[in-house]
C-alpha cells in the first residue's frame, strides 16, 4: 500500500524517480543530457519540500532560469505536457495522500505559469506570481 509524501526522504524518492524518467525520455531527455546532476538534485529537493511543507529553504527564481534556458533552448508546449505527465504519473507509482495531491497540483500550476509567462511575453520576471 502507497503511503503519503511525509518529509525529506519521500521528496528525494519522488525527485530521483522522476528525472531517472526523465533523463531516458525520449521527449525531453535531450534537454537535461547537459545538467549538473550533483547541483540540480539538491536544489529539486529544496523547491518540492518548499512547495509541499512551506518549508521557506528554496530561494531561487524558477521563472528567471527557465526563460534564459529558453532563450538557449527553445521549449514548447509539448515539453512541458511531457514533463507534467512524468512528474503525474511518478507521483502516482509512488505515492497516495493528501501531499501527493498537492505534489501534482502544484506541478501543473508551476507549469502552467511558466508557459503563460515564457510563450505569451507575461513580463514577471520576479518569480511565479
Given at each position: 500500500?502507497?503511503?503519503?509524501?511525509?518529509?525529506?526522504?519521500?521528496?528525494?524518492?519522488?525527485?530521483?524517480?522522476?528525472?531517472?524518467?526523465?533523463?531516458?525520455?525520449?521527449?525531453?531527455?535531450?534537454?537535461?543530457?547537459?545538467?549538473?546532476?550533483?547541483?540540480?538534485?539538491?536544489?529539486?529537493?529544496?523547491?518540492?519540500?518548499?512547495?509541499?511543507?512551506?518549508?521557506?529553504?528554496?530561494?531561487?527564481?524558477?521563472?528567471?532560469?527557465?526563460?534564459?534556458?529558453?532563450?538557449?533552448?527553445?521549449?514548447?508546449?509539448e515539453?512541458?505536457?511531457?514533463?507534467?505527465?512524468?512528474?503525474?504519473?511518478?507521483?502516482?507509482?509512488?505515492?497516495?495522500?493528501?501531499?501527493?495531491?498537492?505534489?501534482?497540483?502544484?506541478?501543473?500550476?508551476?507549469?502552467t505559469?511558466?508557459?503563460?509567462?515564457?510563450?505569451?511575453?507575461?513580463?514577471?520576471?520576479?518569480?511565479l506570481?
Open positions: 500500500m502507497k503511503t503519503d509524501i511525509q518529509d525529506i526522504k519521500d521528496i528525494q524518492t519522488l525527485v530521483d524517480s522522476f528525472y531517472e524518467k526523465v533523463k531516458r525520455d525520449e521527449i525531453i531527455g535531450a534537454l537535461f543530457a547537459h545538467v549538473n546532476w550533483e547541483k540540480h538534485l539538491p536544489v529539486m529537493y529544496l523547491f518540492w519540500e518548499n512547495a509541499l511543507f512551506f518549508t521557506g529553504g528554496y530561494t531561487g527564481n524558477p521563472l528567471k532560469t527557465h526563460r534564459a534556458f529558453h532563450e538557449r533552448n527553445p521549449l514548447s508546449p515539453h512541458f505536457a511531457e514533463w507534467q505527465s512524468l512528474f503525474v504519473s511518478t507521483v502516482n507509482e509512488l505515492f497516495a495522500g493528501e501531499k501527493a495531491e498537492l505534489a501534482k497540483q502544484r506541478a501543473l500550476s508551476i507549469s505559469v511558466m508557459q503563460i509567462k515564457i510563450f505569451h511575453g507575461n513580463a514577471d520576471a520576479n518569480g506570481q
